[in-house]
């Protein structure tokens, strides 16, 4: 054992003993009627599969498996705290005008991602069923408010394709 020192705020100085590390010794054998051999295993099979044909998050519901339809007010609500509108305007007048003016919520939430040229959502709504062609209270469409060159070119893609999925 070794003996060191340490200092404290008050200058003083404190001993302390130190134990060596102690040395792993090979993997112990454990004989006997009460514990069988352990075969050899594959770890993966024991983790949860989601989804159709496993780890697929589309399938199993989680990102991008909601259609047109299935989209609520709470997504947009949500979507709107998420992005920080809330914190930054104040008020959900924004929001509600939106959905007031008749907008469907997808594409309420497709026009507040393109403002913030937030390309992972424009992506998975525009494949769920958005309007690339929506305009907002304000007279604008997704292209017109997207600045991002990834992104009006995504838009560009599902305004060309009409079915508002890009490509």
């Keep these: ?19 060596p590390a102690r040395q792993c010794s090979a993997a ?52 709107f705290n998420y992005m920080g509108f809330l914190a930054t305007e104040g008020t959900y007048d924004r929001m509600e005008a939106m ?12 026009l507040l991602a393109c403002s913030e040229n937030d390309t992972p959502k424009v992506q998975e709504i525009l494949k769920a069923g958005a309007d690339p062609t929506v305009k907002g209270v304000d007279g604008k469409q997704p292209l017109e408010l997207a600045s991002k060159p990834e992104l009006i070119n995504m838009i560009k893609a599902a305004l060309a394709s009409k079915s508002g999925v890009a490509v």
């Design 1 to 19: 054992m070794q003996r060191i020192a340490l200092t404290s705020r008050a200058s003083a100085a404190v001993a302390r003993t130190v134990r």
């Design 28 to 79: 112990r054998h454990i004989s006997g009627a009460r514990f069988a051999p352990v075969a050899p295993r594959n770890v993966t099979a024991n983790f949860f599969k989601f989804g159709k044909n496993g780890f697929d998050s589309e399938s199993a519901g989680i990102v991008g498996s909601q259609g047109r339809d299935e989209y609520t007010y709470d997504d947009v609500e949500q979507y």
């Design 99 to 110: 959905l007031n003016s008749g907008l469907h919520p997808i594409d309420v939430i497709l």
